[in-house]
């Protein structure tokens, strides 16, 4: 799992003390994955699933950090062109 894999390059890089916690589409049956997979997770973030609303999910990446692009895994780093999204600031 990616969060193994992220837990064991923050200890190698002396950031032991940074908490990890998973979110995006949880349920108790995603929850419980984790748990028996022993994965090294501080806490879950489970909004959309105890709203009790339709689910409308959305996310927010960071994609440049002083001028540098940058990306999450699986997503392609700096600013995208939207063609149906309009500038508003």
Do not use: C, Q
């Not at 009790?52 to 692009?69: F, H, K, Q, Y």
């Amino acid at each position: 799992m990616m969060v193994k894999e992220m837990r064991a390059k923050l200890d190698h890089m002396n950031f032991r003390h940074v908490e990890i916690y998973v979110s995006g589409g949880l349920n108790p049956n995603r929850i419980s994955e984790f748990r028996e997979n022993s994965s090294p997770v501080n806490g879950y973030l489970v909004g959309s699933y105890i709203s009790g609303a339709s689910p409308n999910d959305v996310t927010a990446d960071i994609l440049e950090i002083e001028g540098r692009p940058v990306a999450k895994r699986g997503r392609l780093p700096g600013k995208l062109d939207g063609p149906r999204l309009d500038r508003i600031i």
